[in-house]
């Protein structure tokens, strides 16, 4: 399985960007996708998640009402908007295969990206 991240760059605050996965080698509509994100000197914390099959979403509180997640068989992606400069990091798409009690947390990840920059300008 292959995770490839696009889409991030250097944004306004304010401004918009589409964060877009492609798995290779897996079905997004069969598991679990998520967005993490790391930013400089903090841990790495889960941003949204998605698991269509079940209809089942999870958003984290610094980002309810401005992001939006989305997947279709390959795909996985995140509309960022109202973007700020504490949205700042390294964000990482993920993908979870194994059962799990814990929705959304790094530990129940199977598969990761390479991670892309997204850089708000406040």
């Known amino acids: 399985v292959k995770l490839v991240e696009s889409g991030g760059g250097l944004v306004q605050a304010g401004g918009s960007l589409r964060l877009s996965c492609e798995a290779a080698g897996l079905d997004f509509d069969e598991y679990t996708a998520g967005w993490f994100r790391q930013a400089p000197g903090k841990e790495r914390e889960g941003v949204s998640c998605?698991?269509?099959?079940?209809?089942r979403t999870y958003y984290a509180d610094s980002v309810k009402g401005r992001f939006t997640i989305s997947s279709d068989n390959a795909n996985v992606y995140l509309q960022m908007n109202s973007l700020k400069s504490e949205d700042t990091a390294v964000y990482y798409c993920?993908?979870?295969?194994?059962?799990?009690?814990?929705?959304?947390?790094?530990?129940?990840?199977?598969?990761w990206g390479q991670g892309t920059q997204v850089t708000v300008s406040s």
């Open positions: 993920a993908a979870q295969t194994r059962p799990t009690h814990t929705y959304c947390a790094d530990w129940t990840m199977d598969y």
């Open positions: 998605v698991t269509k099959l079940k209809g």
